[in-house]
Nanobody, 116 residues
Framework: EVQLVQSGAELRNPGASVKVSCKAL????????IDWVRQAPGQGLEWMGR????????KYARNFQDRVTFAADTSTNTAYVELTSLRIEDTAVYYC?????????WGQGTQVTVSV
């Protein structure tokens, strides 16, 4: 069974950084891309980009390419997203997802709250 298990909620001050993890279970980690999206309160889903765990190739959405870094550790089957210079408006639920042969799979989401 494919599962994506994300790290727990985070609280940060503006200007800080946060790193969210996404552990892949039940499939070969290098077989599929990992996408990252977020949903701010009252907003729709916003695609942040993706990483290919096979070669660490990345693609960043234009809005995030200056402050976001994706990584994938094949020794632990875990993907990461790091967001720097956090702003209040980065408060959102962050999700990792993958599209396998049997369909789309998503992590449970990680709440990141940026507050003074």
């Amino acid at each position: 069974e494919v599962q994506l298990v994300q790290s727990g909620a985070e609280l940060r001050n503006p200007g800080a950084s946060v790193k969210v993890s996404c552990k892949a279970l039940g499939y070969i980690f290098t077989s599929y891309y990992i996408d990252w999206v977020r949903q701010a309160p009252g907003q729709g889903l916003e695609w942040m980009g993706r990483i290919d765990p096979e070669n660490n190739g990345t693609k960043y959405a234009r809005n995030f390419q200056d402050r976001v870094t994706f990584a994938a550790d094949t020794s632990t089957n875990t993907a990461y997203v790091e967001l720097t210079s956090l702003r209040i408006e980065d408060t959102a639920v962050y999700y990792c997802g993958t599209r396998g042969k049997s369909g789309d799979y998503w992590g449970q989401g990680t709440q990141v709250t940026v507050s003074v």
